[in-house]
């Protein structure tokens, strides 16, 4: 009876001291699981923020890596560009003299004609280089030293003309014909500041041509030294002439001072002048009909005198 009591009562029994136990753990077990569940959750979060994060930072660097390997291709590009444009211009200048030799020695009928612009920077350089790009034809630009203008040398030389040493200061008087150094030192006063800018030469011209000074032999002597040579001229528009000259004057000084024998002509003008500057389109049409080429002056031309 006592048993069937207790078998009809079994639902209503207060559970084990076991099942308490199991029970206890169990809640435990859930108490110390759920945590370390919330926490492995947030963990992986985290470690899924970090990957997505360190996607981005890859790739990041690896268009930053791109960008920094082209940039170092240009700069590698434009450090060699230099020596590119030096070779251009030697291989230019060896071409020049090649053809040169060809019309001396009669195997070219080509002429060639070496337009020249004394004294400057001055402020009407600019428009002498406008002209000449609108012609395209290339000069050479015979400088003196002015601190004042000191941006005026860089575009004559940017746009492809030539740049020759004139002495720093053109102090005919009373000044580098004193002597052979005080000439020199004018020379290479303007060759520093020159080459502060970027410019370098080796062609020079006496001021007031060769024939200024008694001293020409030694001053020759001593500009081959340092590796220049030196050029006059055979053409002049005579712009410089006392009282100036008219832009018909300056073209019929061309046309009258070059010689029928004349291949290789080198023309003086100065871009002071606003009579050669006027001319200039006239004298460029007039040497082309005639059938000058026109080219910038190098060391190795042959109007180049060296010693
Ligand atoms: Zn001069």
């Not at 406008?130 to 030293?145: Q, R």
């Not at 040497?287 to 060391?299: A, D, K, Q, S, V």
Request: one cysteine or more; proline letters at 4%; hydrophobic letters at 40%.
């Amino acid at each position: 009876m006592q048993s069937t009591t207790s078998t009809n009562n079994s639902g209503k029994r207060p559970p084990s001291k076991l099942g308490l136990l199991l029970l206890a753990a169990a809640v435990l077990l859930l108490a110390l699981t759920v945590p370390q569940l919330q926490q492995n959750s947030r963990l992986t979060r985290q470690l899924h923020t970090l990957q997505a994060e360190q996607r981005v930072a890859a790739e990041a660097n690896a268009a930053y890596t791109a960008a920094y390997q082209s940039t170092h291709q240009q700069l590698l590009y434009l450090q060699e560009l230099p020596q590119q444009l030096q070779q251009l211009e030697a291989d230019f200048a060896a071409d020049i003299r090649a053809l040169e030799d060809d019309i001396r020695s009669g195997a070219s009928d080509k002429k060639i004609a070496y337009l020249t612009f004394d004294d400057g920077p001055y402020n009407r350089t600019a428009d002498f280089l406008k002209v000449l790009k609108e012609n395209d034809a290339p000069g050479t630009f015979f400088v003196l030293g002015k601190p004042a203008m000191k941006d005026d040398y860089l575009p004559t030389y940017a746009a492809g003309h030539s740049i020759g040493n004139h002495t720093y200061s053109h102090q005919i008087r009373q000044g580098i014909y004193l002597s052979v150094d005080h000439f020199i030192n004018d020379i290479t006063k303007l060759d520093s500041f020159l080459a502060d800018m970027g410019i370098e030469t080796q062609i020079s011209r006496f001021p007031g041509g060769s024939a200024t000074t008694s001293k020409k032999a030694a001053i020759a002597e001593r500009l081959d030294e340092l590796g220049y040579g030196w050029v006059d001229w055979n053409v002049s528009t005579h712009d410089a002439a006392t009282g100036g000259c008219t832009a018909e004057q300056a073209l019929e000084n061309v046309k009258y001072t070059t010689a029928d024998y004349e291949k290789i002509i080198v023309v003086l003008m100065h871009d002071f002048s606003a009579a050669s500057l006027e001319a200039l389109p006239d004298i460029i049409a007039w040497l082309r009909g005639e059938g000058f080429i026109l080219l910038p002056l190098y060391y190795d031309s042959v109007m180049i005198n060296k010693g």
